[in-house]
């Protein structure tokens, strides 16, 4: 009998766009499939901001527990969600064609921006928060946790100003409003706007029909940004931005730590060739904490831990 190849997948319409998007490209290759929803901590516990749960992958690892059990055999993710360290076993099986990498801010008119009065943003991201209180330390930042949906909806409910999102995840789902503002001065998260699928190690079924829905130059910028992570520790805890772009035979690199408060900010950009991009991100990592990263990484931990 032909195996059917199960797809794990938050429960979100977001997620749940995504596992579809994977469902039919694997089905018109020719692989019967089955959709597997299943709600992460992530999106149980939103009275608290990410960082102050203290997991890393808190909205991968329902699934890849549910794939070590046998549940599910391949999981979609947002690939800024995961870990830079897979659970033993899993294994990054393929990166898809990345959408659109840039943040963008949802508002109610722009008129803030002439105003020095009381102006509220949201954001459950330390990295978008760090990078506006950067450039505007006047603002308020509160935090907004849920999926995309919760998120706008809140942001309508509440007397803010803005929201910021990632402009992949409102236009793959349709809710990309007319009139929001490009935040092109704000480096993305490592990953963002890619998806990863990931599977077991050992399952070569999954792996031959999976490889044939990988993007290489996304696999190759992606790996560059989460090695770049990697190196610095970040995971979700620290406000890290990286995006690697491939123009022909070049790479294209800006990496960038803040502290906390947005108040120090410590950036790199380079530019490589296509082929000699083994372990650039971790050069360019190490560069950073050269230059100042080290201290600002050991300051932001203890902040950290005294929130947790």
């Known amino acids: 009998m032909k195996k059917i190849i199960r797809i794990g997948t938050r429960d979100s319409e977001l997620a749940l766009w995504q596992a579809n998007t994977v469902q039919e490209k694997l089905e018109s290759l020719g692989f019967d499939t089955i959709l597997v929803p299943i709600k992460s901590t992530g999106d149980q516990v939103l009275d608290k901001p990410l960082y102050e749960l203290g997991i890393t992958g808190i909205f991968t690892k329902t699934l890849d527990i549910a794939m070590l059990k046998g549940q599910i055999d391949i999981a979609v993710h947002s690939m800024k969600d995961v870990p830079t360290l897979l659970p033993k076993g899993i294994v990054q099986a393929a990166v898809l064609e990345r959408e659109v990498t840039q943040d963008i801010l949802v508002h109610k008119g722009l008129d803030f921006l002439e105003n020095e009065g009381n102006v509220t943003i949201a954001t459950g991201s330390l990295r978008r928060k760090a990078q506006w209180l950067n450039k505007f330390p006047h603002h308020n930042v509160v935090d907004l946790r849920g999926n995309v949906n919760t998120r706008l909806l809140k942001l309508i409910e509440n007397d803010w100003q803005g929201a910021i999102f990632a402009k992949a995840g409102l236009k793959r789902i349709k809710l990309l409003p007319k009139d929001v503002m490009d935040l092109d001065w704000m ?71 803040y502290s906390l408060d947005g108040k120090e900010k410590i950036e790199i950009e380079r530019q490589i060739k296509l082929n000699q991009t083994q372990d650039f991100g971790s050069t360019c990592a190490k560069e950073i904490l050269a230059n100042g990263g080290v201290k600002l990484m050991d300051l932001i931990r203890n902040e950290n831990s005294t929130l947790h």
């Open 187 to 257: 480096v993305p998260a490592p990953a963002q706007g890619a998806m990863m699928v990931v599977a077991m190690e050992n399952d070569a079924h999954c792996l031959e029909a999976l490889s044939q829905l990988n993007h290489k130059e996304t696999e190759v910028a992606t790996a560059i940004e989460r090695d770049f992570l990697r190196t610095l520790e970040g995971g979700c805890t620290a406000p890290i931005g990286a995006l690697a772009e491939i123009n022909t035979e070049q790479v294209h690199f800006k990496g960038v730590l």
